[in-house]
């Protein structure tokens, strides 16, 4: 079955300084990765989509098949980056297997 | 608006009643989904939807009970609401294989006391 990692249950930068967000997932075939966002008292929505290898609010995210991680990165941490993050993945059915998320806290 | 729709999103309700939780989509999604959440804490998936007719339990043993009557309508009803059921309740809808994943609604707080 596959799973996703999170290791981080919480992580807190200063402003100014690089965000690296980590997430591993266990899957044998050809995944689809995904970073979710959840600000305070919003839904959560999508962020980042692997195969879109695009930049959001200056986050990034590669997918490293070898590793087997999708880490989320940021060069310069704001302070309204503050928010859930979760990693999912999507194996092959129509459902999402999400991490248990990374709450980033950004100190001003 | 295409949108999932979420009501109420507060409610506090005593031991022993009867809720439901509405859940409304207008994206024509196929597929949905209800996740229980703490807080700031990860979701569980409590119930599923492939379709009309179509629901399946997810991963978390839940006493709640879903329809799927119409492609839209996806509500979750608590027969007998108890302390332990006081979470936030999020619904989610997807296309087969959609390259955006999930859409979520906005979620229900619900306090039982």
């Known amino acids: 079955a596959q799973r996703v990692t999170q290791p981080e249950k919480l992580l807190s930068v200063f402003k100014g300084a690089p965000v690296e967000l980590k997430c591993n997932y266990s899957?044998?075939?050809?995944?689809?990765l995904f970073w979710y966002v959840q600000y305070s008292r919003q839904r959560l929505q999508l962020l980042l989509r692997?195969?879109s290898r695009e930049s959001i609010k200056g986050f990034t995210a590669d997918l490293n098949k070898g590793e087997t991680s999708f880490h989320l990165k940021k060069p310069f941490a704001q302070e309204e980056d503050s928010a859930m993050y979760y990693c999912?993945?999507?194996?092959?059915?129509?459902?999402?297997?999400f991490g248990k998320g990374t709450k980033l806290s950004v100190i001003p | 608006e295409a949108d999932i729709y979420q009501t109420p999103r507060y409610l506090v309700i005593g031991t022993g009643k009867k809720i439901t939780l509405e859940c409304s989509q207008t994206?024509?999604?196929?597929?949905m989904y209800w996740y229980q959440q703490d807080p700031g804490m990860e979701l569980h998936l409590i119930h599923y939807s492939y379709g009309v007719n179509s629901t399946e339990k997810g991963d978390l043993s839940s006493e709640s009970t879903v329809s799927r009557i119409r492609t839209e309508h996806f509500p979750l009803t608590l027969e007998s609401a108890r302390p332990s059921h006081t979470s936030q309740y999020l619904c989610a809808s997807s296309e087969t294989r959609g390259l955006n994943g999930y859409t979520f609604g906005s979620g229900t707080r619900l306090t039982v006391v």
């Open positions: 994206m024509g999604h196929d597929k």
């Open positions: 692997h195969i």
């Open positions: 899957y044998s075939g050809s995944p689809e």
């Open positions: 999912a993945l999507r194996a092959g059915s129509y459902q999402l297997t």
